[in-house]
């Protein structure tokens, strides 16, 4: 069955500290990816994705990941978190018809 | 473009009463889904349809049902509310070209069910 696992449910750092997020997928076919961030009360946003070409992907606001195919992992990056970056982020595989998602990471930036 | 819209925002049910969540997208896309958000469980797909006149079930279809009325419109209806469906719950519309798919959200409907 496809899932797609954040291992980090909750990530609390400091301003200018770097940020990785950990998401590793199980899905057998080619695969489109993707990190959504959900700031507090909204809807969830397009941060950057993934289909094929170049592993290392560069999204908005600073973010990148990079897609291992080898460790069927898709890690969020960021050098230098601000408090504006406090959110939920959730990491997305598209297989078939269907997206499937992790369950989260919480991120709070401490000023 | 307003992108996906939903309505209601927010409403409050008792149970065994019925309702009927309104999605819209103006952004010509063939898919449209159904999400439910949960504390601690991420997005759990209900239903989604992959093209006008089409559904079909999701992780956590029990308890609701799904007209795609056009191909802009996708309702979610709860018949008989129940306190478990309290959550926050968000249309997604995508269009696939090339094997290539990305979805975007709407604001959301959080609902509580007494």
């Known amino acids: 069955a496809q899932s797609v696992s954040q291992h980090n449910h909750h990530v609390i750092l400091s301003e200018a500290a770097s940020l990785e997020l950990g998401c590793n997928y199980s899905?057998?076919?080619?695969?489109?990816l993707f990190w959504y961030v959900q700031y507090p009360g909204q809807h969830l946003q397009l941060l950057l994705k993934?289909?094929?070409?170049?592993?290392l992907v560069k999204g908005i606001k600073g973010f990148e990941a990079e897609f291992i195919k080898s460790k069927f992992s898709f890690n969020l990056r960021k050098p230098s978190v601000q408090w504006s970056d406090t959110a939920e982020y959730f990491c997305?595989?598209?297989?078939?018809?269907?997206?499937?998602f992790g369950t989260g990471t919480s991120l709070t930036v401490i000023p | 473009n307003a992108g996906v819209t939903q309505t209601p925002k927010f409403q409050v049910l008792k149970t065994g009463q019925s309702m009927t969540l309104q999605c819209a997208q103006d952004m010509n896309h063939n898919s449209m889904y159904w999400y439910r958000q949960d504390p601690g469980m991420g997005l759990r797909l209900i239903y989604y349809s992959a093209s006008e006149g089409t559904t079909d079930k999701g992780e956590v279809p029990n308890g609701y049902n799904v007209s795609r009325l056009n191909k802009r419109e996708f309702s979610l209806r709860l018949e008989s509310a129940a306190p478990s469906q309290t959550s926050v719950y968000f249309c997604?519309?995508?269009?696939?070209?090339?094997?290539?798919?990305?979805?975007?959200f709407g604001p959301g409907t959080r609902l509580l069910v007494l």
């Open positions: 997604a519309s995508s269009y696939r070209t090339g094997g290539q798919e990305t979805q975007y």
């Open positions: 899905y057998g076919g080619t695969v489109n």
């Open positions: 993934y289909f094929s070409g170049d592993p």
């Open positions: 997305a595989v598209n297989g078939g018809n269907q997206f499937y």
